[in-house]
Structures are given as structure tokens and as C-alpha cells.
């Protein structure tokens, strides 16, 4: 978080967090609010940079620092008014006051506890409380003196075999479970007081829409059930067992019906880069080796495989909600994903070869990203010759 930032030391801390290989730009306004300008480009200039310029945990961190190094009075100073919006939307719904009597905390999915941490550095306090679905083990240093507990289970260590389910299904229970409000990305002050500035991009849209769903959801069965046993008292508490146990039986055994509302949703990372979705659709008719395909694609296995239903006889075959193109045959349809993601990947190699071969998951491929580094002749000249040719 930008607000908390207070030296150099918490510049290159915030910096080596791990994120998907992106232009310089993006990099500085997703990591530290920074907004490119003119200043900021002299700058980068003085150090071999560029708007889109591609930087990666990978490659040239030294270089990297001494760009952070330069641009520390400007993030330093962008941070500090950022705080300034955040401590008065904090004080404004009486956190620090309650924070300063010990009751306040925070409440989140987990794991690491980043939030609580940064709040404890904007607000310069010494504890402040931490309650999630799950704590990581690699957090325990931090929170020495606070609490920092775990409702399945704490200070889990997901690197490992034995680990809680949890880990295995992070990615629907974050989608689930996130706040309808939108995912903020920073607080700014106003003449008459603060504004919350949130994503506004098309995935986000549709997060919230379904978040606001499965809340309804929610409530609606509370309420039911109070309505039905309402002679019973409720005075007592559902273990984490029979509480998780029901929340993974969804996650790893879901119904056709349920795994639907997850259908193109895609999560966007915008702190690492990158996004994924999970479960992943066609506007053609679907038959197994499509279905296959689809099932490869999406992040959410368990709900794309029980999405795409096997549909080895003609009377079942499957058309997704926004399916209306007929295919000319399933072999056709097969052929025109498969063409689709080809098309995709030459588009992004001609667009920008360097970052085509960066991003590629196979560690000889990505040696290849050298002939077209963006910060050398040759690279320049190689990639001209790319998008001359293709």
C-alpha cells in the first residue's frame, strides 16, 4: 500500500514483490500511484528506461533500483498525500479512535496479513488485531505481539503437501467472499473531505455484480432459516470443520447450476499483473474435445469440468448462455478456439516480441526475450524487422 511507504527501505520492499513482467508505466502506477509525465520520463530516460519499457522480477533489478532510487522524493511525496486521504476516511468512520483503545481489527480472507501491517504503518500504532479464514505461516514474524488468527486454521504453510484445502481454491473463494464496494485503489483528499477511487475496469463490473449475488444469497438463507426455527435459540457457534467442510464441497465437487455463475469472470491481479479466468467459454457449440480445451483454459478446474458435461451423444449437446453462431461441424468448432488462441499469441509476438517471449512459462522460450529487449539496438532492430515481416 502506497500510504504506508515512509523510506527508501519500504520503496524496495514494496518493489521486489513478486508480479507478472509489465511496461514500466504500469509497473509505477500500479506499485506507487505514479501517473507517467514528463518528469518522470526524464528521469526514467536518465536511466535507460521507457514508458513501455517491459520490467520483470527477472531481469535488471539492479536497474531498477537505481530508477526507484531516483524517483524516491516523488514517491515519498505521493505517498504522503495519499496517507492523508486515508487518515481521514480512517478517522472518519472512527477506526483510529478504536484502534487506539485496542477495538478495532481487521477482518479479511487472508493470508499474509498485509493490511493489518499496513495500517499498523499509517497509523503509526504498535498493535492492532487480525482475523481471517487462514494465516500463513512465512507472516508469524510480523505480528509477534497482535493477534493474527485463523478461522480454518493457523499459520499454515501452503508451500507444502499437507496444507489446508483452502490454499488449493483461493482463487473462487477471493471471488465469493470479496467486498461488493469494488476493489480500491487508492483514497484521495477532497476540498469537502476524501474520495474513494476504485477499479472501474469491465471484469470488476461483473465481480461486483456477482458478489452482490451470492451475498443476497446468503442473507436470503439466514434469514429462512431464523424464519423456520425461530422458537430454537442460535447462541451457539459452527465449528471451522463443518463450516469448511460444506465451503469445499462446493469448491472441489460443484453443481452444473453453481459452477455457472462463475462463467467468463475473470480476476484481475492488478498488484501483480495479470489476470485469469475462471472458467473460461466459447461462442460455438461445445462438444468434448472443445469442452477439453475449455476445461485447460479456465482456472477453476472442479467448475469447468462440471460445467462442460460429457456430451458423447448428439440429443446433449451443450451450448453456453451466449452461444448463437452455429458451427459447421465439431471439428470446426475445435479448430476455431484453437485458431482464436493462435491468432491471439502471433498478435501479441509482431505487437511486442520482447514481452511475447518474457511471458512465456517455458525457460527456454523466455531466453529467447534477449534478441528483442526494447533497451538495445539490435532488440529495436529485430523487433522492426518482426512487425515488417508478420
Known amino acids: 500500500m502506497v ?40 528521469i526514467a530516460k536518465k536511466c535507460n528506461f521507457s514508458k513501455n519499457h517491459i520490467v520483470s522480477p527477472y531481469h535488471e533489478q539492479a536497474k531498477l533500483k537505481k530508477l526507484l532510487d531516483n524517483l524516491c522524493d516523488i514517491i515519498l511525496q505521493n505517498a504522503k498525500q495519499e496517507k492523508k ?102 483514497v484521495s483528499l477532497e476540498k469537502n473531505g476524501y474520495k474513494m477511487n476504485f477499479m472501474n475496469a469491465q471484469e470488476e463490473i461483473r465481480r461486483r455484480y456477482l458478489t452482490m449475488a451470492i451475498h443476497r444469497g446468503a442473507e436470503d438463507f439466514a434469514r429462512l432459516i431464523t424464519e423456520r426455527f425461530n422458537n430454537y435459540r442460535f447462541d451457539f457457534e459452527f465449528s471451522p470443520k463443518l463450516s469448511s467442510g460444506l465451503m469445499f464441497k462446493f469448491a472441489s465437487n460443484p453443481t452444473k447450476i453453481d459452477a455457472g455463475m462463475f462463467l467468463n469472470f475473470e480476476v484481475e491481479n492488478n498488484f501483480g499483473g495479470g489476470s485469469v479466468m475462471l472458467i473460461a467459454s466459447s461462442n460455438t457449440p461445445i462438444n468434448d474435445a472443445i469442452a477439453n480445451n475449455l476445461i485447460e483454459l479456465s482456472k477453476w478446474k472442479q467448475g469447468a469440468k462440471a460445467y462442460y458435461q460429457t456430451v458423447t451423444n448428439d440429443k446433449l449437446k451443450i451450448f453456453l448462455p451466449i452461444a448463437n453462431i452455429q458451427a459447421k461441424s465439431n471439428q470446426d468448432s475445435l479448430t476455431a478456439i484453437k485458431e482464436n488462441i493462435k491468432h491471439k499469441k502471433l498478435a501479441k509476438f509482431r505487437r511486442d516480441p520482447y514481452k511475447f517471449f518474457i511471458d512465456s512459462k517455458k525457460p527456454i522460450v523466455k531466453k529467447c526475450a534477449s534478441l528483442f529487449s526494447p533497451t538495445h539496438k539490435f532488440g529495436n532492430i529485430m523487433a522492426a524487422i518482426i512487425k515488417k515481416v508478420i
Open 3 to 42: 500510504a504506508a511507504i515512509k523510506s527508501k527501505e519500504c520503496i524496495y520492499e514494496l518493489a521486489s514483490q513478486n508480479f507478472n513482467a509489465r511496461p514500466l508505466s504500469a509497473f509505477l502506477e500500479n506499485r506507487f500511484g505514479l501517473i507517467w509525465n514528463p518528469t518522470i520520463e526524464n
Open 85 to 186: 486521504g486515508y487518515v481521514k476516511y480512517l478517522n472518519s468512520v472512527g477506526f483510529i479512535k478504536a484502534s487506539k483503545k485496542n477495538k478495532a481489527a481487521v477482518v479479511d480472507i487472508g493470508y499474509s496479513g498485509s493490511m493489518q501491517l499496513y495500517l499498523k504503518k499509517i497509523l503509526d500504532i504498535n498493535s492492532l488485531g487480525g482475523f481471517y479464514f487462514l494465516t500463513h505461516h512465512q507472516s508469524r514474524d510480523f505480528f509477534k505481539n497482535d493477534i493474527f488468527e485463523g478461522f480454518l486454521g493457523n499459520l499454515d504453510d501452503h508451500r507444502i503437501g499437507i496444507r489446508n484445502q483452502l490454499n488449493d481454491h483461493v482463487f473462487i473463494f477471493e471471488s465469493a467472499l470479496s467486498s461488493p464496494e469494488g476493489s480500491l485503489l487508492s
